[in-house]
């Protein structure tokens, strides 16, 4: 089992930049593919992105291609997603997720979810 806590949410404004952080504890986090989702009020939770175990293979959403990149570090049990040219449609509860077999873009493909970080875009 893994444990994953987000980290890096806050209130920036349109156009700007943020990047999430999720710190993951528990068995071998080299051994997880890892995604990010996120959940506006109101809407159904979306794919963001995902990372291969490796980091060799990325996927992303098509609202967030070319604004939003998503990294890791197997050293120290992290992964990122780096957000930019932020827009008002962003605004939602950003969650990270694991999966024990390769990487998935759904999130019925996942099997550990951190407790989210919630991101306000403002005009």
């Known amino acids: 089992q893994v444990q994953l806590v987000e980290s890096g949410g806050g209130l920036v404004q349109a156009g700007g930049s943020l990047r999430l952080s999720c710190a993951a504890s528990g068995r071998t986090f080299s051994n997880y593919g890892m995604g990010w989702f996120r959940q506006a009020p109101g809407k159904e939770r979306e794919f963001v992105a995902a990372?291969?175990?490796?980091?060799?293979?990325?996927y992303y959403g098509v609202s967030v291609k070319g604004r939003f990149t998503i990294s890791r570090d197997n050293g120290k049990n992290m992964v990122y997603l780096q957000m930019n040219s932020l827009q008002l449609e962003d605004t939602a509860v950003y969650y990270c997720?694991?999966?024990?077999?390769?990487?998935?873009?759904?999130?019925?493909?996942?099997?550990?979810w951190g407790q989210g970080t919630q991101v306000t875009v403002s005009s």
């Open positions: 997720a694991a999966r024990e077999q390769g990487v998935g873009v759904t999130q019925r493909e996942y099997d550990y």
């Open positions: 990372i291969s175990r490796g980091g060799y293979m990325t």
